[in-house]
C-alpha cells in the first residue's frame, strides 16, 4: 500500500497511526466489528489499467477489490471484525446482472464517462457517479461510488438489508485515489445465506415476489405494494421485533409451518377516505376525486412451502406512515434564470426570517403576530421566473421539470376553501403586479421592502394561500438555484424520487384539515390525490418512482385574516361559497428555516431512500441555521456565543431547537441523550425522531460554518467583505452536507449508521473538489456575488468540529462518555496567534497583511532572531509522531492584499525526528544572507509526519494569492504563516 505525494519521501507505507478504525456493534451478531476505515492523509493510489474513457465496470471492480486486499495486509485484522472470506471471494468473481448473490452492483446514473446520461439505464440499487459540474464543464476529479450487496440487478430486488460495503473512488485522468471504505453486516455470511431462490419452475426470482406481494397488500390492507427487499429468516439468528410493542401478528395468525421464512420490506400505498370527502357527503356534494393515499413502509415476517408454493402472513413488524414529522406531535438563482423555460415576474416574499432583520434587542418587534402592515416591511421585492401562464413551476432545460407549488386543497370549490387561482395542472398561478409596480432589476442591491411606487396596487394579502405560495416557490427557488450553482445535477442526485418536487403551502395535514397547523412535513407518495391533481387518470403501478411533497402549515393559527372564497365557475358549491369567507394564515414557508429544515429531510431521502439519518432526525436544521446565519442581525462581533444566535428558529418558533449544543452540557455524541447510539438493533429500524441527535448534528455542522469564516463579522456588522466571508463559508458548508449525502447511497445497503461515517462522507465532498467556483445570487434581495474556494483544504477542520462534539471521546460503542473528542493518534501542530492549541476554534478570518490575525503563528512558536528561525512543534495526539520533518519559504513583504506573494524555498538542515506525545520539539530555519537583518519577511513552515502531512503537497509551492493562502493555512494547524 505505497502512497506517492506524502512527506516521507521514501514511500513507504503508512503508518497505522494514519488510519482512522471505527468499531461498531454488528446489529446481527452483537459482536464489535470495524465498521469503518478512514485514511484521509494518506490516500491509497492506483493507475488506471486502461484510458479514462475505455474503462468498464469489470476494471473499476478490480479496483475495488485490489484496495480492500492492500487494505487488510495493512491493518491485518483478526477473524470476525473484518469482511468474511467468502465474501471476498465473491467480490473478486464476475458477476452478470440477472446473478443472484452478493457481488459488485453495475455502474448506473450516468454509466461509465465514455457514456451520456441518456444511454444509461438509471437504477438507484447500483454504484454510481456523483460528478461535479457547470453545464458545460465536468470538473475533476470525477467520484465513483463503489457499492457491493446482495442485489438482482435487472430488477432492483435486495436480497439483504443493512448488509454491504461503499467505497468512493476519486477518479483522475490516469489514477485513482481512495480514502476509507464503510461496512455493515459482512462480517460474517449471513448475506450469503439469507439469498432467496426462485420457486420451482420459475426462471426468476420476481414470481415468488409476485406472491408474497399479493399476501402482503391483503394483510396490511393496501391497494398498491412494493417490495424492495426479500431475505430469508436464518434459523441461528432469528429477526428481532423491532417494531417492540407496536408488532402486531396479523389475524387470525398463519399456523408456523416446516417451510421456510421470510422478511419482506418495502413500500405500500393504503387508501383512505379523506375528512374533506366525509364533509362532502354529510352536505350531499357530489365527490369525484380519488380518496387520498397515504405511503407506508413495512416489514413482514411471512411463511413459504416451497412445495406447494403457497405463501402465508406470520406477523407484521413494521406498519409506519412515512413523513418527515414526530408521531407526537420568488428569484431563481442565475443558473436558473439563464437555463429556465419561462419569463421572468416581479414579486413580494420573504426573503429573510423578519427575527434576522435586526437586533436581539428589538425582537419582540418582529414577531410573527403582528398586523400585516407592520409585517409588509420584511418582505423584499424579487424577481421570480415563472412559466408562460404565471405559474409557480421551474423547468431547467437541461433537468426538465424541478419544482412546483400545488394549491392549498385538491378543489377550487366551498370545501377546499382555496383562495388561489390554478392552471389545468393544478400549478398555482400568481397575476404579476401592475404596469405601475416598479420591477427590481435583478441582482441590485439592497432593493428596499417597499417604495411609494408600490402603493395602492394589488399585491398579494401577506397573510393568503397567494402570498404563502409565492414564499413557497421561492423556497424552492433557492434550494435547486443553489444546487445548479454549486454544480451539483439535481436530475443525478435524486435517485430514489421522481422530480418535480411538490410544494403546498397550508395542505391537509393530520389533526388539520385546513393545514392551520404551525408544523410541516415531508412524505413520499405516489399517484395519491392530495398532491396529483390528475392522479384520478389511473392508479400507480408498485413499479413506478416516488415523488416527494413538502407540506407548509400555518405560523399560527390564532392570528388570521378573512379572505373571500374564489369561486370557481361552474364548480360544486359555487352557490354556498357567494358572501363567505375563509381565514387565511401567516405560512410557515416565509420562513426560511423551516423550509430548510425540511429540505433536509428532501435531500436525505432523493439520496438515499430514508428521509431520516440513522444517527439523527435529520441534517434540517444544521442547513436552517447556516444558510441564515451570514446576513442574520441575531449574531453579533461582541457576542458571538449568545444563545440568541443558536436559536435554530427565532421567528416562527420550535421551543427547545438549538445549534449551539455543548458537549460539555450533555450534547455530546458519545453521551447518555444520544439513545439511538446505544440501541444496537437501531440500525434496522428506519424512524427514530432523533431531535436530541439532530441538534447534535445542527451544533457540529454550525461550528464547522464558523470555523470557516462564519465569525468573520466586524463590530458594526456593516463590513461588505466580511459578509462575502460568512456567506462564501455558508455556501461551502451547505455545500459539503449536499454532496456528502449524495456519497451515502443506498440506505438499505450500506448506511451512514453511525456520525463517524457521516464525517467520512463529509470529508470525502471536501477531497473530492478542485477549484470551486460559483455564481451566486442568493440571498435574493443581495447583488450578485462570486465565490471561490479550493477543495481539499478543510476536512481536517471536519473532524474537529465534531470531536468538539463529543464525537472520538470513546472507541467502545458500548461505553458512554460525556467528555470532548479525542484528537487523532498523531497531530503536530504549531500554535497561533488566537491560542487554540492545535484546534479550530471559531475567529475572524482576514487576511491581516499589516496586523496580526488570530489565525497567524504565535510569537512564541515562530521567532526570528536576526537570519535565524526557530519553530516550536508540538503533538496533541497519544502516539509518537515518527520521523517529522519541517518544510519552509519566505516571501517579501507585501503593500496591498491584491499583490501577489513571490515564495521562495529555505534550506531546512534539520534532520527528521519523532515527537513524543503531548511533547515539543524545535527547528531551526535559516533566512537567506539576501535578507537584511532589519527586513521584515513572510515566513511560511509545514511541519508534516507520515501519519499527518500537512495540506500542502511535498513538490508544491504556497499559493501566492491573500485569499488562497489564508484559505489553506487557517484551516490546516500543521502550517504556520507569521510576518518576521
Not at 426468476?204 to 402482503?216: A, M, N, S, T, Y
Request: charged content about 25%; aromatic content about 8%; overall charge negative.
Amino acid at each position: 500500500m505505497t502512497l506517492p505525494n506524502t512527506p516521507d519521501f521514501d514511500d513507504s507505507p503508512p503508518p497505522v497511526e494514519a488510519f482512522h478504525i471505527e468499531w461498531i456493534v454488528d446489529p446481527f451478531t452483537g459482536n464489535e466489528v470495524i465498521g469503518m476505515v478512514r485514511h484521509p492523509r494518506r490516500p491509497w493510489r492506483n493507475a488506471l489499467p486502461k484510458a479514462l474513457a475505455e474503462m468498464q465496470d469489470e476494471h473499476w471492480f478490480a479496483l475495488g477489490c485490489a484496495y480492500l486486499t492492500a487494505l487488510q495486509t495493512a491493518l491485518r485484522p483478526a477473524t470476525g471484525e473484518w469482511i468474511d472470506e467468502e465474501i471476498l471471494r465473491l467480490l473478486l468473481v464476475s458477476r452478470a446482472s440477472t446473478t443472484h448473490g452478493f457481488g459488485w452492483l453495475p455502474c448506473a446514473w450516468d454509466g461509465a464517462p465514455s457514456a451520456s446520461a441518456s444511454q444509461v439505464e438509471r437504477k438507484p440499487l447500483s454504484s454510481f457517479w456523483v460528478d461535479r459540474d457547470d453545464g458545460k464543464t465536468q470538473f475533476m476529479p470525477r467520484l465513483l461510488v463503489l457499492m457491493a450487496g446482495a442485489v438482482d440487478w435487472d430488477c432492483q430486488l435486495q436480497m439483504g438489508s443493512d448488509m454491504g460495503l461503499r467505497i468512493v473512488l476519486h477518479v483522475h485522468d490516469d489514477h485513482v485515489r481512495v480514502h476509507g471504505v464503510t461496512l455493515s453486516g459482512l462480517s460474517t455470511d449471513r448475506v450469503v445465506k439469507g439469498v432467496p431462490h426462485p420457486l420451482p419452475g420459475d426462471k426468476q426470482i420476481f414470481g415468488l415476489v409476485e406472491r408474497i406481494r399479493d399476501k402482503v397488500g391483503e394483510a396490511l390492507e393496501c391497494g398498491s405494494v412494493w417490495i424492495g427487499n426479500l431475505e430469508k429468516i436464518q434459523p441461528e439468528a432469528p429477526v428481532t421485533d423491532d417494531g417492540g410493542d407496536d408488532a402486531q401478528p396479523i389475524k387470525p395468525a398463519v399456523p408456523e409451518t416446516e417451510g421456510e421464512r421470510l422478511i419482506a420490506t418495502g413500500f405500500a400505498l393504503r387508501w383512505r377516505q379523506t375528512r374533506a370527502e366525509a364533509r362532502a357527503r354529510a352536505l350531499g356534494v357530489r365527490w369525484s376525486a380519488p380518496n387520498r393515499a397515504r405511503t407506508y413502509d413495512f416489514r413482514v415476517e411471512v411463511s413459504l412451502d416451497r412445495s406447494t408454493g403457497e405463501v402465508g402472513v406470520v406477523q407484521v413488524h413494521r406498519d409506519f406512515y412515512i413523513n418527515s414529522g414526530a408521531q407526537d406531535s420568488a428569484g431563481p438563482a442565475t443558473a436558473a434564470s439563464t437555463a429556465g423555460m419561462g419569463k421572468s415576474v416581479a414579486l413580494r416574499a420573504f426573503v429573510q426570517d423578519a427575527a434576522s432583520q435586526g437586533p436581539a434587542g428589538t425582537l419582540s418587534q418582529r414577531r410573527s403576530t403582528l398586523p400585516d402592515a407592520r409585517l409588509d416591511v420584511f418582505r423584499s421585492d424579487v424577481t421570480a421566473v415563472l412559466m408562460q401562464d404565471d405559474a409557480l413551476k421551474f423547468t431547467d432545460a437541461g433537468c426538465g421539470d424541478l419544482f412546483e407549488t400545488r394549491g392549498a386543497t385538491r378543489g377550487g370549490d366551498l370545501l377546499g376553501g382555496s383562495t388561489v387561482t390554478r392552471n389545468p395542472a393544478g400549478v398555482v398561478t400568481v397575476a404579476p403586479p401592475p404596469a405601475a409596480f416598479q420591477a427590481p432589476v435583478q441582482g441590485a442591491a439592497n432593493v428596499g421592502p417597499s417604495t411609494d411606487a408600490n402603493e395602492g396596487n394589488e399585491e398579494p394579502v401577506l397573510r393568503s394561500d397567494a402570498q404563502a405560495s409565492i414564499d413557497t416557490h421561492l423556497r424552492g427557488a433557492e434550494l435547486f438555484g443553489r444546487m445548479l450553482a454549486y454544480g451539483i445535477e439535481p436530475r443525478t442526485y435524486f435517485r430514489f424520487a421522481k422530480l418535480p418536487l411538490v410544494q403546498r403551502a397550508r395542505p391537509a395535514m393530520r389533526w388539520a384539515p385546513d393545514g392551520e397547523l404551525p408544523n410541516a412535513e415531508v412524505r413520499p407518495f405516489m399517484g395519491d390525490a392530495e398532491a396529483d391533481e390528475n392522479s384520478r387518470q389511473r392508479k400507480p403501478s408498485p413499479r413506478d418512482p416516488l415523488q416527494l411533497l413538502v407540506k407548509y402549515g400555518s405560523a399560527d393559527p390564532m392570528h388570521r385574516r378573512k379572505v373571500p372564497y374564489v369561486v370557481t365557475e361552474g364548480g360544486h358549491g359555487t352557490d354556498r361559497g357567494k358572501g363567505r369567507f375563509k381565514a387565511q394564515y401567516l405560512s410557515v414557508a416565509c420562513d426560511p428555516r423551516w423550509a430548510w429544515h425540511e429540505f433536509g429531510h428532501v435531500l436525505a431521502f432523493a439520496a438515499t431512500g430514508e428521509l431520516e439519518l440513522p444517527f439523527a432526525h435529520s441534517p434540517g436544521d444544521a442547513l436552517a441555521a447556516i444558510a441564515a446565519d451570514p446576513m442574520s442581525q441575531l449574531a453579533t462581533a461582541q457576542h458571538p456565543e449568545a444563545e440568541i444566535r443558536h436559536v435554530t428558529f427565532p421567528w416562527i418558533e420550535v421551543p427547545g431547537r438549538s445549534h449551539g449544543r455543548s458537549a460539555a452540557r450533555g450534547y455530546g455524541w458519545c453521551g447518555c441523550r444520544n439513545l439511538v447510539r446505544l440501541d444496537f438493533s437501531a440500525s434496522l429500524e428506519r424512524y427514530h425522531h432523533n431531535y436530541f441527535g439532530e441538534q447534535i448534528l445542527s451544533s457540529s455542522l454550525f461550528r464547522l460554518y464558523r470555523s470557516l469564516g462564519g465569525d468573520t463579522r466586524d463590530m458594526n456588522g456593516k463590513d461588505r467583505e466580511d459578509a462575502l466571508t460568512r456567506l462564501s463559508a455558508s455556501d461551502y458548508c451547505i455545500y459539503l452536507i449536499m454532496r456528502g449525502l449524495s456519497l451515502l447511497g443506498p440506505d438499505s445497503l450500506a448506511p451512514a449508521r453511525t456520525p463517524d461515517q457521516f464525517v467520512s462522507a463529509l470529508i470525502e465532498a471536501d477531497l473530492g473538489t478542485a477549484d470551486w467556483r460559483v455564481s451566486a445570487t442568493w440571498p435574493f434581495n443581495l447583488s450578485a456575488r462570486r465565490v471561490i474556494r479550493h477543495g481539499g483544504r478543510v476536512h481536517k477542520v471536519i473532524r474537529w468540529a465534531f470531536e468538539q462534539q463529543g464525537l472520538y471521546a470513546t472507541d467502545d460503542p458500548k461505553a458512554t462518555s460525556e467528555e470532548l473528542g479525542k484528537p487523532p493518534a498523531v497531530d503536530v501542530f504549531i500554535d497561533d496567534h488566537g491560542q487554540r492549541n492545535g484546534g479550530y476554534r471559531p475567529v475572524p478570518l482576514r487576511h491581516g497583511i499589516n496586523a496580526p490575525e488570530p489565525w497567524h503563528a504565535h510569537g512564541d512558536w515562530l521567532q526570528r532572531t536576526g537570519r535565524a528561525v526557530t519553530v516550536k512543534v508540538r503533538n496533541l495526539g497519544s502516539k509518537p509522531a515518527a520521523r517529522t520533518g519541517l518544510r519552509a519559504w519566505w516571501a517579501p513583504e507585501t503593500a496591498a492584499a491584491g499583490d501577489a506573494l513571490a515564495w521562495t524555498v529555505l534550506d531546512v538542515t534539520a534532520p527528521s525526528r519523532a515527537v513524543v506525545s503531548r511533547a515539543s520539539t524545535t527547528f531551526p530555519v535559516m533566512l537567506p544572507p539576501a535578507v537584511a537583518n532589519a527586513e521584515r519577511v513572510w515566513v511560511l513552515v509545514s511541519v508534516d509526519a507520515p501519519a499527518d502531512p500537512s495540506n500542502l503537497g511535498r513538490d508544491d509551492l504556497p499559493p501566492a494569492s491573500w485569499p488562497e493562502l489564508l484559505e489553506l493555512v487557517a484551516h490546516d494547524n500543521n502550517l504556520a504563516l507569521a510576518r518576521l
